[in-house]
């Protein structure tokens, strides 16, 4: 067990540090010092800050893309230094995901099949911020088990963990009640619907609290439609998404990750 990931040589990293500080590159340096051979890619650092829901959900999309045996660090932590858990998964695709108990990890490890879940001891490291656990818990941990170094001493086995569902969409008859998961750099507007409307759909009103945009049509790409105006259609992410073309839904409708977004079938 000591030595099974020393193999392990991607890690990748999301969090909601952005990259304005020195927060993200201290969270790799600890990384590279104890393995400087590591691959590092960033999943994302612009997850909404404190947005469980969004990480959740960005980590989930990106995991899908990435090998086995791949070592995945994220921290969207609003309880930092408080009583929730420090965790360290294993999955049946031999991966390995490191961050808070928030239900940040969860969507993702389901995923693959739980087949561990450690709490990291973090009373058993040495000089540890109670507010930056991305660097002095997580990476630490991480950087000792990809590096085959004695890392036991700092875990203990838990039978579970806190569980995050994404939102399902509500449908009624001719509308449905969407939850925002995303806003992209675009400002497309990524729902929990995935793929597609109904068929017969040819467009919809889209309503979002005092704000709407109505008979938005659906597309299969963002230049079916005019410069500047809204429309409906499948992203890479494999979600529906309201956008603008080569503009800002999320301006328009004054949304945010976790919004509800109301869609109705326009009336012919």
């Known amino acids: 067990m000591q030595d099974k990931y020393v193999r392990t040589s991607l890690v990748a990293l999301l969090t909601d540090y952005g990259l304005r500080d020195t927060y993200v590159s201290e969270v790799k340096a600890v990384l590279l010092k104890h393995r400087p051979d590591l691959t590092l890619v960033d999943i994302t650092h612009e997850v909404e800050s404190f947005n469980t829901l969004e990480g959740a959900f960005?980590?989930?999309?990106?995991?899908?893309?990435?090998?086995?045996?791949?070592?995945?660090?994220?921290?969207?932590?609003?309880?930092?230094?408080?009583?929730?858990?420090?965790?360290l998964v294993e999955t049946a695709r031999g991966r390995l995901f490191t961050g808070p108990d928030t239900g940040l990890l969860y969507p993702a490890v389901q995923d693959d099949g739980v087949e561990t879940v450690w709490r990291i001891k973090t009373e058993t490291l040495e000089d540890v911020s109670p507010t930056?656990?991305?660097?002095?818990?997580?990476?630490?941990?991480?950087?000792?088990?990809?590096?085959?170094?004695?890392?036991?001493?700092?875990?203990?086995?838990?039978?579970?963990?806190?569980?995050?569902?994404?939102?399902?969409?509500?449908?009624?008859?001719?509308s449905v009640e969407a939850t925002v998961?995303?806003?992209?750099?675009?400002?497309n507007v990524i729902l929990n619907i995935k793929n597609n409307l109904p068929k017969g759909w040819r467009s919809a009103d889209v309503a979002?609290?005092?704000?709407?945009?109505?008979?938005?049509?659906?597309?299969?790409?963002?230049?079916?439609?005019?410069?500047?105006?809204?429309?409906?259609?499948?992203?890479?992410?494999?979600?529906?998404?309201?956008?603008?073309?080569?503009?800002?839904?999320?301006?328009?409708?004054?949304?945010?990750?976790?919004?509800?977004?109301?869609?109705?079938?326009?009336?012919?």
Do not use: C
Request: proline share 5%.
């Open 181 to 187: 998961l995303h806003v992209d750099r675009f400002g």
């Open 132 to 174: 930056f656990h991305g660097r002095d818990v997580f990476a630490r941990v991480l950087g000792k088990v990809l590096a085959g170094e004695n890392w036991m001493e700092h875990v203990e086995r838990l039978k579970t963990m806190k569980s995050l569902s994404l939102p399902e969409p509500r449908w009624l008859k001719d």
């Open 58 to 87: 960005l980590l989930e999309l990106a995991a899908r893309t990435f090998p086995d045996r791949t070592a995945f660090l994220a921290v969207v932590d609003p309880g930092v230094g408080g009583e929730r858990n420090a965790l």
């Open 208 to 268: 979002a609290g005092e704000k709407s945009l109505e008979k938005v049509p659906i597309v299969s790409y963002y230049a079916q439609t005019a410069v500047g105006q809204p429309a409906l259609l499948v992203g890479g992410t494999g979600f529906l998404e309201v956008s603008v073309n080569m503009g800002s839904a999320a301006q328009k409708l004054g949304v945010k990750p976790g919004d509800k977004i109301i869609i109705s079938k326009s009336r012919s």
